[in-house]
C-alpha cells in the first residue's frame, strides 16, 4: 500500500466519522443484511459483503453466503481488496483475480477463493468514505456497468442508515456531556468489569451494571432491606442458605475484610455462582461510611470446570466399559456426581427406532428414590415423556419444575413424589441420527439453560461417538454369530435360499446363494457364474412371461411369488416355486428369497388330475350309458310293444275264429307286416350295437352316388309315402365315390324316412348330390323343423326330439345316430342345418381320400366315438 493510500485510509477525520456511526460494534443491522441478500440475488453470486475500513484492519459487519460470519469479521488491510475502494474513493472491479498478477498476493494467501470481485464505495455526509459494499465470486466473470450500477444502486440504499447514524451520535455526544458529571461516579462502577455492591450508612444501596446484569435485574433493590427479602444466597453445595451474618455485605458492614467467599444466588436465568470480596468503607477517622463487596461472576468458569471434571470421568467411564449398558451407567453417574444431581439415566434408540430402552442408570449415595425407580417403564415411544420428547425432538427436554406441573406425565409426578424436582433429557447423536437420550434430574428446581446444554452436547457428541462404535462392534459381532447360525440353518434346509441385488438399471444380479442351488439347477453352476442370470435363461419358453412379470413386482418393491418350470443344467425341467420379499437398505434394493423344488408335487397333482378327469369320464360314460340304456328301454318297450300287442291281438281274433276268408287274409297281412317292422328294429339295433362296437363291416367299392339317390327316392315313393308331398333329385351326370354302397344306401333311407315323416303334405323334398374332391348328398324338405335345443342332439343314440314327442310321429331314436356312424365310418362328417317352421337340411359328406379308390383299404374301421343321448 503506498503513502497516498495510508494517508488517506488513514485520516483521522475519516476514522472519527467511522467511530461516531457505530458500527463497528453494532450487532446485526437489518438494512445492512438486506442490502447484501439483495445484492446476491440481483448480481447472481454467491457472496456479498459489507466492511468498514479502520486504520489497520478490515471489519465486515454484514454478510451473505457466507457460512460462518465470524470467521470473517476482521482481517488485516494487507488481505483487504475494499480498502482500494475506500484509498481511491472509486469502485473497484477484478473480472479474473487469479489471473490478474496484482492481486496474485492476496488470492493465494486467501486460498483462491476469490476469482471475481467488485466493490463500490460507501460514503457518510460530507463525502468520507468509510468502507464499501462488494460482491465475491468463486468464478471468473466480466462485470458489466450495468452491474456496478447496480451495486453503486445499493451502496446508496445503506448511506442514508450512515447518515441517520452519525445523526444520533452527535445527539448522544451532546446529551451525554450535560450529564456527564452526574453520571461519573455510576459510569465509573459500571466500566468495572467485577460485579460490584455498596450501601452507605442509611442502607442504601448502589449496585453496578455487571452485577445487574449477572441478576438479570434492570431494577435491583434500592436498600439493603428490600435485597435481603428479595435474593436470599446460598453456600457454593448450591442448597444450604447462608445466614444474614454469613453474607458478604453483612460481614464487609461488620469491618470484616475478606477475599474468595463463593456464593450463589438464584436469578430467573437460574443459580449464578461469585468470588466475592468484601471491606468496610471508613473515614480516616474510623467513621463508617458503609460497605462494599465485589464479586467476579465465575458460573460459566465453575461450568466448565465441573463439565471437564464430567468429561474426564466420561472418558474414564467409557474406557472401562466392557459393554454398552456398563458405558452407559458410567457416563450417567460421572455426569450426575460432577454436576451434583440425584439421578442420570441413559436410553438407547433400538435398531428399528420404533421405541427407545433405558440400559443404565445411576442415583447419588444415600438418595433414595425407591419411589420412583420401583415401577419404572424400561420403554419409551417416540415423543414419550422426557427422553421420547427429547428423541423426538433432536434437541434438548427440561421440566424446570416439577410442583409447578401437578397434571404432568406419569413419570413427572412419580419424580415429585419421589423429591425430584427438575429434569433434563439430552438427545446424543451421531451426525444427524439420535442414538440414544441422557437424562437428569435435581432435587431442586433448575429452569431451562442454553449454556448448560451447551456445554453437555459436547458430552453427548462423545458418548454418541463412543456409542455408534460401540454398537457396531457389538452389531458386528451379533451379526457374526447370526451368520454362522444363519448357515447352519441354511445347511440343514434342502431349499436354495438366495439374496439378489436391484441394480438402478433395473439388473438382478446375485449376491447370496445357499449350497442348495442344485436344487433348482440340478447340479452346482459353475463358479463366477451370476446364478440368477443363469436361471432366467434357463427359464421354460411358456413361463418367460410369467418369469418377468414376478422379477418386474419385485423390482417395483412388492413381495412376488411364481412355480415355474426351469430346464437344469442335467437336462432335467424341474418345477420350482420361488418367493421373492424386496428390503431397502439406504438407497439400494435387496430382495431376499427362497426356491423350492415342487416337481414331485406337480407330477402328483398333474396324476391326480388325470385320474381325476379319468373318473369323470368313466363317471360320465357310465352316466351315458344308464341313460341310453333307459332311453334304449323306453323305445324298445315302446316301438317292440306296440306291433307285438298288434300281432297278439289279430292272433288273439283268428284263434276265435269265425272269420271269412277276406278278413281272415287282410289280419294275417297286419300281423306279417308288423313282424317286417319288428324285424327291421331288431336289424337297426344289431347294426348300431356293431357299429358301437367297431366290427361292422364296411366294403367300399366305387360307388354312383347319383343311382344310389335316385333309387332310394323311388323306393320310398313306391311305398306310396310321398303322395301328397313333391320330391325331386337334383344330380350332375355323374358322381362317383369310394364308398361302401350299403351303408350309403342305409343312410339315403334313413334321411328319407325323416324328411317324409316331418314334412306335411303339400311340401317339398329336394335331394341334391355333389360331386367333387369331397362328394356329398345332401336332404332338404320343408317340414316342421327341429327345435334348436334339440339340434345338437339329434344325432345322438335313441335321441327323440320334442317335435316328434308332440305330434306323436313314430320312431326309434336311431336314424341320426346311424347316419352319423356311417359317415364317420367314410371319414366324413354329417351337417345338419334346421330352424323351427323352415325345414331342415342334412348333408351327409364324404372324405376327400373317397373321391380317389386307394391302393390298399383296411376291410374294417376302427369305431367312432360314441356319442350318446345326454338328458337335459
Same mark, same amino acid.
Given at each position: 500500500?503506498?503513502?497516498?493510500?495510508?494517508?488517506?485510509?488513514?485520516?483521522?477525520?475519516?476514522?472519527?466519522?467511522?467511530?461516531?456511526?457505530?458500527?463497528?460494534?453494532?450487532?446485526?443491522?437489518?438494512?445492512?443484511?438486506?442490502?447484501?441478500?439483495?445484492?446476491?440475488?440481483?448480481?447472481?453470486?454467491?457472496?456479498?459483503?459489507?466492511?468498514?475500513?479502520?486504520?489497520?484492519?478490515?471489519?465486515?459487519?454484514?454478510?451473505?453466503?457466507?457460512?460462518?460470519?465470524?470467521?470473517?469479521?476482521?482481517?488485516?488491510?494487507?488481505?483487504?481488496?475494499?480498502?482500494?475502494v475506500v484509498a481511491d474513493s472509486a469502485p473497484l472491479v477484478i473480472d479474473d483475480a487469479r489471473g490478474d498478477g496484482r492481486w496474485h498476493?492476496?488470492?493465494?494467501?486467501?486460498?483462491?477463493?476469490?476469482?471475481?470481485?467488485?466493490?463500490?464505495?460507501?460514503?457518510?455526509?460530507?463525502?468520507?468514505?468509510?468502507?464499501?459494499?462488494?460482491?465475491?465470486?468463486?468464478?471468473?466473470?466480466?462485470?458489466?456497468?450495468?452491474?456496478?450500477?447496480?451495486?453503486?444502486?445499493?451502496?446508496?440504499?445503506?448511506?442514508?442508515?450512515?447518515?441517520?447514524?452519525?445523526?444520533?451520535?452527535?445527539?448522544?455526544?451532546?446529551?451525554?456531556?450535560?450529564?456527564?458529571?452526574?453520571?461519573?461516579?455510576?459510569?465509573?462502577?459500571?466500566?468495572?468489569?467485577?460485579?460490584?455492591?455498596?450501601?452507605?450508612?442509611?442502607?442504601?444501596?448502589?449496585?453496578?451494571?455487571?452485577?445487574?446484569?449477572?441478576?438479570?435485574?434492570?431494577?435491583?433493590?434500592?436498600?439493603?432491606?428490600?435485597?435481603?427479602?428479595?435474593?436470599?444466597?446460598?453456600?457454593?453445595?448450591?442448597?444450604?442458605?447462608?445466614?444474614?451474618?454469613?453474607?458478604?455485605?453483612?460481614?464487609?458492614?461488620?469491618?470484616?475484610?475478606?477475599?474468595?467467599?463463593?456464593?450463589?444466588?438464584?436469578?430467573?436465568?437460574?443459580?449464578?455462582?461469585?468470588?466475592?470480596?468484601?471491606?468496610?468503607?471508613?473515614?480516616?477517622?474510623?467513621?463508617?461510611?458503609?460497605?462494599?463487596?465485589?464479586?467476579?461472576?465465575?458460573?460459566?468458569?465453575?461450568?466448565?470446570?465441573?463439565?471437564?471434571?464430567?468429561?474426564?470421568?466420561?472418558?474414564?467411564?467409557?474406557?472401562?466399559?466392557?459393554?454398552?449398558?456398563?458405558?452407559?451407567?458410567?457416563?450417567?453417574?460421572?455426569?450426575?456426581?460432577?454436576?451434583?444431581?440425584?439421578?442420570?439415566?441413559?436410553?438407547?434408540?433400538?435398531?428399528?427406532?420404533?421405541?427407545?430402552?433405558?440400559?443404565?442408570?445411576?442415583?447419588?449415595?444415600?438418595?433414595?428414590?425407591?419411589?420412583?425407580?420401583?415401577?419404572?417403564?424400561?420403554?419409551?415411544?417416540?415423543?414419550?415423556?422426557?427422553?421420547?420428547?427429547?428423541?423426538?425432538?433432536?434437541?434438548?427436554?427440561?421440566?424446570?419444575?416439577?410442583?409447578?406441573?401437578?397434571?404432568?406425565?406419569?413419570?413427572?409426578?412419580?419424580?415429585?413424589?419421589?423429591?425430584?424436582?427438575?429434569?433434563?433429557?439430552?438427545?446424543?447423536?451421531?451426525?444427524?441420527?439420535?442414538?440414544?437420550?441422557?437424562?437428569?434430574?435435581?432435587?431442586?428446581p433448575q429452569q431451562p439453560d442454553d449454556d448448560l446444554a451447551g456445554l453437555l452436547d459436547g458430552v453427548c457428541a462423545h458418548v454418541g461417538?463412543?456409542?455408534?462404535?460401540?454398537? !457396531? %462392534?457389538?452389531?458386528?459381532?451379533? &451379526? #457374526?454369530?447370526? =451368520? *454362522?447360525?444363519? @448357515? /447352519?440353518?441354511?445347511?440343514?434346509?434342502?431349499?436354495?435360499?438366495?439374496?439378489?441385488?436391484?441394480?438402478?438399471?433395473?439388473?438382478?444380479?446375485?449376491?447370496?446363494?445357499?449350497?442348495?442351488?442344485?436344487?433348482?439347477?440340478?447340479?452346482?453352476?459353475?463358479?463366477?457364474?451370476?446364478?440368477?442370470?443363469?436361471?432366467?435363461?434357463?427359464?421354460?419358453?411358456?413361463?418367460?412371461?410369467?418369469?418377468?412379470?414376478?422379477?418386474?413386482?419385485?423390482?417395483?418393491?412388492?413381495?412376488?411369488?411364481?412355480?415355474?418350470?426351469?430346464?437344469?443344467?442335467?437336462?432335467?425341467?424341474?418345477?420350482?416355486?420361488?418367493?421373492?420379499?424386496?428390503?431397502?437398505?439406504?438407497?439400494?434394493?435387496?430382495?431376499?428369497?427362497?426356491?423350492?423344488?415342487?416337481?414331485?408335487?406337480?407330477?402328483? !397333482? %398333474?396324476?391326480?388330475?388325470?385320474? &381325476? #378327469?379319468?373318473? =369323470? *369320464?368313466?363317471? @360320465? /360314460?357310465?352316466?351315458?350309458?344308464?341313460?341310453?340304456?333307459?332311453?334304449?328301454?323306453?323305445?324298445?318297450?315302446?316301438?317292440?310293444?306296440?306291433?307285438?300287442?298288434?300281432?297278439?291281438?289279430?292272433?288273439?281274433?283268428?284263434?276265435?275264429?269265425?272269420?271269412?276268408?277276406?278278413?281272415?287274409?287282410?289280419?294275417?297281412?297286419?300281423?306279417?307286416?308288423?313282424?317286417?317292422?319288428?324285424?327291421?328294429?331288431?336289424?337297426?339295433?344289431?347294426?348300431?350295437?356293431?357299429?358301437?362296437?367297431?366290427?361292422?363291416?364296411?366294403?367300399?367299392?366305387?360307388?354312383?352316388?347319383?343311382?344310389?339317390?335316385?333309387?332310394?327316392?323311388?323306393?320310398?315313393?313306391?311305398?306310396?309315402?310321398?303322395?301328397?308331398?313333391?320330391?325331386?333329385?337334383?344330380?350332375?351326370?355323374?358322381?362317383?365315390?369310394?364308398?361302401?354302397?350299403?351303408?350309403?344306401?342305409?343312410?339315403?333311407?334313413?334321411?328319407?324316412?325323416?324328411?317324409?315323416?316331418?314334412?306335411?303334405?303339400?311340401?317339398?323334398?329336394?335331394?341334391?348330390?355333389?360331386?367333387?374332391?369331397?362328394?356329398?348328398i345332401e336332404v332338404a324338405d320343408t317340414g316342421a323343423g327341429i327345435d334348436p335345443h334339440d339340434l345338437e342332439h339329434v344325432s345322438d343314440?335313441?335321441?327323440?326330439?320334442?317335435?316328434?314327442?308332440?305330434?306323436?310321429?313314430?320312431?326309434?331314436?336311431?336314424?341320426?345316430?346311424?347316419?352319423?356312424?356311417?359317415?364317420?365310418?367314410?371319414?366324413?362328417?354329417?351337417?345338419?342345418?334346421?330352424?323351427?317352421?323352415?325345414?331342415?337340411?342334412?348333408?351327409?359328406?364324404?372324405?376327400?381320400?373317397?373321391?380317389?379308390?386307394?391302393?390298399?383299404?383296411?376291410?374294417?374301421?376302427?369305431?367312432?366315438?360314441?356319442?350318446?343321448?345326454?338328458?337335459?
Open positions: 500500500m503506498g503513502a497516498n493510500d495510508r494517508e488517506r485510509i488513514g485520516d483521522p477525520k475519516r476514522l472519527r466519522v467511522l467511530r461516531a456511526t457505530g458500527l463497528l460494534d453494532a450487532p446485526a443491522v437489518p438494512v445492512l443484511d438486506r442490502v447484501t441478500r439483495m445484492a446476491t440475488r440481483l448480481l447472481d453470486v454467491p457472496v456479498a459483503m459489507v466492511s468498514l475500513i479502520t486504520g489497520d484492519r478490515q471489519v465486515v459487519i454484514s454478510t451473505a453466503g457466507v457460512p460462518d460470519p465470524q470467521a470473517v469479521r476482521e482481517n488485516p488491510l494487507a488481505r483487504s481488496l475494499c480498502r482500494h498476493d492476496l488470492v493465494e494467501h486467501s486460498g483462491g477463493r476469490p476469482a471475481a470481485y467488485a466493490g463500490v464505495p460507501l460514503s457518510a455526509p460530507g463525502e468520507q468514505v468509510i468502507g464499501a459494499l462488494c460482491v465475491i465470486d468463486a468464478t471468473a466473470r466480466a462485470w458489466d456497468r450495468e452491474q456496478v450500477q447496480t451495486l453503486e444502486d445499493l451502496a446508496a440504499v445503506i448511506e442514508p442508515e450512515i447518515a441517520l447514524r452519525l445523526s444520533r451520535a452527535e445527539a448522544a455526544q451532546a446529551t451525554a456531556h450535560r450529564q456527564q458529571e452526574r453520571t461519573f461516579l455510576r459510569a465509573l462502577l459500571d466500566s468495572l468489569e467485577v460485579s460490584v455492591m455498596a450501601c452507605d450508612e442509611n442502607g442504601r444501596l448502589v449496585i453496578n451494571r455487571p452485577l445487574r446484569e449477572s441478576l438479570h435485574t434492570d431494577s435491583p433493590p434500592a436498600d439493603v432491606r428490600s435485597w435481603l427479602e428479595t435474593y436470599r444466597l446460598y453456600a457454593p453445595d448450591g442448597r444450604t442458605p447462608l445466614t444474614i451474618e454469613e453474607m458478604p455485605l453483612a460481614r464487609a458492614w461488620a469491618g470484616e475484610h475478606f477475599t474468595g467467599q463463593q456464593v450463589i444466588t438464584p436469578t430467573d436465568a437460574g443459580p449464578r455462582r461469585f468470588l466475592v470480596n468484601g471491606r468496610p468503607i471508613d473515614t480516616p477517622e474510623g467513621r463508617r461510611l458503609g460497605a462494599v463487596i465485589a464479586g467476579h461472576d465465575i458460573t460459566d468458569a465453575h461450568r466448565i470446570a465441573l463439565l471437564r471434571e464430567a468429561q474426564q470421568s466420561v472418558t474414564r467411564a467409557l474406557a472401562d466399559a466392557a459393554s454398552s449398558q456398563e458405558a452407559a451407567t458410567g457416563v450417567a453417574a460421572a455426569v450426575t456426581e460432577a454436576l451434583g444431581w440425584a439421578y442420570g439415566e441413559y436410553w438407547q434408540v433400538v435398531e428399528d427406532e420404533t421405541v427407545i430402552t433405558r440400559i443404565g442408570s445411576w442415583t447419588r449415595p444415600g438418595r433414595d428414590l425407591s419411589s420412583f425407580t420401583a415401577d419404572h417403564p424400561d420403554v419409551f415411544a417416540r415423543g414419550q415423556e422426557l427422553p421420547g420428547l427429547a428423541w423426538e425432538r433432536g434437541e434438548p427436554a427440561w421440566v424446570a419444575d416439577t410442583a409447578a406441573e401437578p397434571d404432568g406425565s406419569p413419570r413427572v409426578r412419580a419424580g415429585l413424589r419421589a423429591g425430584l424436582r427438575s429434569a433434563l433429557a439430552l438427545p446424543v447423536r451421531s451426525g444427524e441420527q439420535v442414538l440414544g437420550v441422557l437424562a437428569f434430574a435435581s432435587d431442586h461417538r463412543y456409542m455408534e462404535r460401540r454398537r !457396531a %462392534e457389538e452389531l458386528a459381532l451379533a &451379526l #457374526a454369530e447370526s =451368520r *454362522r447360525r444363519f @448357515e /447352519r440353518v441354511l445347511s440343514r434346509i434342502d431349499d436354495d435360499v438366495w439374496s439378489a441385488e436391484v441394480a438402478a438399471d433395473g439388473a438382478i444380479h446375485a449376491v447370496y446363494r445357499n449350497r442348495q442351488a442344485a436344487t433348482v439347477l440340478g447340479r452346482p453352476p459353475p463358479q463366477g457364474v451370476d446364478t440368477v442370470q443363469l436361471i432366467a435363461r434357463r427359464v421354460h419358453p411358456d413361463d418367460r412371461a410369467a418369469y418377468t412379470a414376478f422379477l418386474d413386482t419385485l423390482r417395483s418393491g412388492e413381495p412376488a411369488g411364481l412355480e415355474c418350470r426351469i430346464m437344469g443344467l442335467d437336462g432335467v425341467t424341474r418345477w420350482i416355486w420361488t418367493r421373492g420379499v424386496p428390503r431397502r437398505e439406504a438407497a439400494a434394493l435387496f430382495v431376499d428369497g427362497i426356491s423350492t423344488d415342487v416337481t414331485d408335487r406337480h407330477e402328483l !397333482a %398333474e396324476q391326480r388330475e388325470r385320474l &381325476l #378327469a379319468q373318473h =369323470r *369320464r368313466q363317471v @360320465e /360314460r357310465l352316466r351315458q350309458i344308464d341313460e341310453v340304456k333307459n332311453q334304449f328301454l323306453r323305445t324298445v318297450n315302446h316301438e317292440l310293444r306296440t306291433p307285438l300287442t298288434s300281432i297278439h291281438s289279430y292272433l288273439q281274433l283268428i284263434r276265435e275264429g269265425d272269420l271269412d276268408a277276406a278278413t281272415q287274409a287282410r289280419f294275417l297281412e297286419v300281423i306279417d307286416r308288423n313282424s317286417t317292422r319288428l324285424g327291421q328294429l331288431l336289424d337297426e339295433l344289431l347294426l348300431m350295437a356293431s357299429l358301437n362296437a367297431g366290427n361292422a363291416a364296411f366294403t367300399p367299392s366305387e360307388t354312383d352316388l347319383v343311382a344310389l339317390a335316385q333309387n332310394a327316392v323311388q323306393a320310398i315313393t313306391a311305398q306310396g309315402r310321398t303322395e301328397h308331398l313333391t320330391v325331386a333329385v337334383h344330380a350332375p351326370a355323374r358322381a362317383t365315390a369310394w364308398a361302401d354302397a350299403g351303408r350309403i344306401r342305409h343312410a339315403l333311407a334313413h334321411l328319407l324316412d325323416n324328411a317324409v315323416k316331418f314334412t306335411p303334405p303339400g311340401g317339398r323334398i329336394d335331394v341334391t348330390v355333389t360331386a367333387g374332391p369331397a362328394p356329398a343314440d335313441f335321441y327323440r326330439g320334442g317335435t316328434a314327442e308332440q305330434q306323436a310321429i313314430g320312431g326309434t331314436g336311431v336314424g341320426l345316430a346311424l347316419v352319423r356312424r356311417i359317415a364317420d365310418m367314410h371319414g366324413g362328417s354329417l351337417r345338419i342345418d334346421s330352424r323351427p317352421g323352415r325345414g331342415t337340411r342334412v348333408r351327409l359328406v364324404l372324405s376327400a381320400a373317397a373321391a380317389h379308390p386307394p391302393e390298399r383299404r383296411s376291410r374294417r374301421r376302427p369305431p367312432p366315438p360314441a356319442r350318446q343321448h345326454r338328458r337335459r
